[in-house]
């Protein structure tokens, strides 16, 4: 099958993060706004291209102070820097369905290499005959990577925010005609 475009379905996606909070608990959350540009054929990604484009805006963390604080010039600085990025450089089949996703991913005027593992979830037709397919990722960044450094030291001796943050994102998509 050749590549052809797919249009994420924002109802049956979401992008998804999580970061060491105090060195005990996970603070979870969400980017409600993102746009995805994908060309491809679900049963081999190897040749696909694949561009997401995250509205830092949109961060949800289920606390509004905090939300603010890192809409602010001391996390994101999406005055300046609205977006987060990811172009897809390399695609290499790991396994049955499986994706090493390598590409650039810019945030915050800092652009590296990073890789994602992605799965194909399958494919089929919805009850209205509209071509669907579902995409799963997951990965990681280190905030200091993207300049992103604000913390405070803890008497225990650790620090407030974890360096990692976790990724994981579900996709669902319909073929275009």
């Known amino acids: ?62 606390n509004s102070d905090r939300d603010a604080h890192l809409r602010s010039a001391d996390f994101f600085e999406i005055e300046k820097y609205p977006k987060l990025t990811f172009v897809a450089t390399s695609i290499e089949r790991t396994g049955d369905g499986e994706y090493d996703v390598t590409g650039d991913v810019s945030l915050h005027g800092v652009t590296r290499s990073e890789t994602f593992e992605v799965s194909f979830e399958g494919a089929g037709k919805d009850p209205w005959g509209n071509e669907k397919a579902g995409f799963s990722a997951k990965g990681s960044l280190k905030r200091s990577d993207y300049g992103l450094t604000y913390n405070a030291v803890l008497e225990t001796g650790g620090v407030l925010i974890g360096d990692e943050v976790k990724i994981s994102i579900e996709i669902e998509a319909a073929k275009q005609a």
């Open 1 to 62: 099958m050749a590549n052809t475009k797919w249009a994420v379905d924002a109802s049956h996606s979401s992008l998804d993060f999580s970061v060491k909070h105090m060195m005990i608990a996970k603070v979870k959350g969400t980017f409600h706004a993102f746009e995805a540009q994908i060309e491809a054929d679900p049963s081999d990604l190897t040749s696909a291209s694949i561009r997401f484009d995250i509205d830092l805006n949109s961060i949800d963390t289920k």
